[in-house]
T-cell receptor
Framework: ETGVTQTPRHLVMGMTNKKSLKCEQH?????MYWYKQSAKKPLELMFVYSLEERVENNSVPSRFSPECPNSSHLFLHLHTLQPEDSALYLC?????????????FGPGTRLTVT | KQEVTQIPAALSVPEGENLVLNCSFT??????LQWFRQDPGKGLTSLLLIQSSQREQTSGRLNASLDKSSGRSTLYIAASQPGDSATYLC?????????????FGTGTLLAVQP
């Protein structure tokens, strides 16, 4: 158990639905990350938060909206998704951002958009 | 733009065999390189992290090497076991930027046959 939990573990949603993914870390870290893992493609970094401020947004479409209310919780709000958004969404945390600090990953949410 | 490639994409070996997984990257200006393991339906587990100034790291039956100048890393697994079956991901940490992003390869799916 890595200390990073994600809920739900599986989610099926229609293109007109609104849903949210939740990530919680119990490691006392100050940085949190969202990654997307699509079939046959490398993990892609989506967003980085440091001390609840977004410090990186990798040209992610606005239908994905992150929220970090405190350093332990990270959300990804989803609306008007497309079938190509179906993927495994992974959350990670680290003590701080920067190369010195190892990232710890959650188990992921498997999202299917119908 | 940094690109990480892993060869082979899939590998099947009999139990007890020693094996090597390969990772190559296009930009040698990296902070460090990390090998992860991903089991089906689960998140990433860090196996070994090699700093850019290091040549190799060892943990139990695993040995990872880094040749930064040629843009290559290998993960050597000795005396493979069925429990080693998983996807192995290589990731390099970019040098510079606010967050020193992790850039992932597409992984090698390893199956160890009993």
């Amino acid at each position: 158990e890595t200390g990073v939990t994600q809920t739900p573990r599986h989610l099926v949603m229609g293109m007109t639905n609104k849903k949210s993914l939740k990530c919680e870390q119990h490691l006392g870290h100050n940085a949190m990350y969202w990654y997307k893992q699509s079939a046959k493609k490398p993990l892609e970094l989506m967003f980085v938060y440091s001390l609840e401020e977004r410090v990186e947004n990798n040209s992610v479409p606005s239908r994905f909206s992150p929220e970090c209310p405190n350093s332990s919780h990270l959300f990804l709000h989803l609306h008007t998704l497309q079938p190509e958004d179906s993927a495994l969404y992974l959350c990670a945390s680290s003590l701080r951002t920067g190369g010195l600090y190892e990232q710890y990953f959650g188990p992921g949410t498997r999202l299917t958009v119908t | 733009k940094q690109e990480v490639t892993q060869i082979p994409a899939a590998l099947s070996v009999p139990e007890g065999e020693n094996l090597v997984l390969n990772c190559s990257f296009t930009d040698s200006a990296i902070y460090n390189l990390q090998w992860f393991r991903q089991d089906p339906g689960k998140g990433l587990t860090s196996l070994l992290l090699i700093q850019s100034s290091q040549r190799e790291q060892t943990s139990g039956r695993l040995n990872a090497s880094l040749d930064k100048s040629s843009g290559r890393s290998t993960l050597y697994i000795a005396a493979s076991q069925p429990g080693d079956s998983a996807t192995y991901l290589c990731a390099v940490r970019e040098y510079g930027g606010a967050t020193n992003k992790l850039i992932f390869g597409t992984g090698t799916l390893l199956a160890v046959q009993p």
